[in-house]
């Protein structure tokens, strides 16, 4: 699409979830189409769906003490979002980790 045909779109579909509002208050956009722009192809994982189906799952698996997250460990890759989704599933694994630990020492020192 065209900057201004993004710009539509992204209108269109804002004004689905905030009718009579979103036009409204629109001044003015701005839109790049990263995935064109020569210094920026890399910045971003792109799983294969082989990749996806095999070592994505492997890889969000804690080994030992080792947690892996960020945005290349999610399905918004390329976004902050998605890294901040993968730190709160493994925040959660690591939690229950150290709740399983703490129960085990508890039942130690009663045993």
């Avoid at 730190?87 to 690591?94: D, F, G, N, S, Y």
């Avoid at 399983?100 to 045993?111: F, G, H, M, N």
Wanted: proline content about 5%; charged content about 20%; overall charge negative.
């Amino acid at each position: 699409m065209s900057p201004e045909g993004r710009a539509q779109y992204a209108l269109d579909n804002g004004e689905r979830i905030h009718p009579g509002q979103y036009k409204e208050n629109y001044e003015n956009a701005f839109s790049v189409a990263w995935h064109l722009v020569p210094e920026s192809l890399g910045g971003w994982a792109s799983w294969s769906s082989d990749a996806r189906e095999n070592a994505y799952p492997l890889l969000n698996e804690p080994d030992g003490r080792v947690y892996l997250a960020g945005e290349h460990l999610s399905y918004l890759t390329g976004w902050m979002a998605g890294g901040i989704e993968s730190a709160w599933i493994q925040l959660e694994k690591l939690h229950r980790r150290a709740a399983q630990d703490e129960a085990r020492q508890a039942a130690a020192q009663v045993a």
